[in-house]
Nanobody
Framework: QVQLVESGGGLVQAGGSLRLSCAAS????????AGWYRQAPGKQREFVAD???????DYADSVKGRFTISRDNAKNTLYLQMSSLKPEDTAVYYC???????????WGQGTQVTVSS
C-alpha cells in the first residue's frame, strides 16, 4: 500500500520560513511525478509545486520565487522549502505523487501551515 506522510507544518510568522517533508513508502518519488497541493479554508485545493522524474520543477505563480520543491532520492523524501511566507499561504498542505503509467494519484493526510501577520 502506497503511503505518503507529511510533516513539518506549524505556526510561523509572516516573512518566516518552513520546510515540509513527505516520506513515501511503496512509491519512488524519483521515478514519478511528485508535488504539493494546498487547501485554504473556503477555497478549492490548488496546485503549489511539482517535480518530475527528470528533476524539473514547476510552481504556481503565487509561490514562484518563494517556495522550492526538492527531493532526497536516498531517503525517498519530498520537500517543500517555503520562504517569505505570507498569511495567504495558510492552508493544509498535501503531498502527492502519480505514476506516469497509471492514472491514480496518491495523497498524504495533509499538514497544517499557519502564517500569522
Amino acid at each position: 500500500q502506497v503511503q505518503l506522510v507529511e510533516s513539518g507544518g506549524g505556526l510561523v510568522q509572516a516573512g518566516g520560513s518552513l520546510r515540509l517533508s513527505c516520506a513515501a513508502s511503496r512509491i519512488t518519488f524519483s521515478d514519478n511525478v511528485a508535488g504539493w497541493y494546498r487547501q485554504a479554508p473556503g477555497k478549492q485545493r490548488e496546485f503549489v509545486a511539482d517535480i518530475n522524474s527528470d528533476g524539473k520543477a514547476d510552481y504556481a505563480d503565487s509561490v514562484k520565487g518563494r517556495f522550492t520543491i526538492s527531493r532526497d532520492n536516498a531517503k525517498n523524501t519530498l520537500y517543500l522549502q517555503m520562504s517569505s511566507l505570507k498569511p495567504e499561504d495558510t492552508a493544509v498542505y498535501y503531498c502527492n505523487s502519480k505514476r506516469y503509467s497509471w492514472p491514480l494519484a496518491y495523497w498524504g493526510q495533509g499538514t497544517q501551515v499557519t502564517v500569522s501577520s
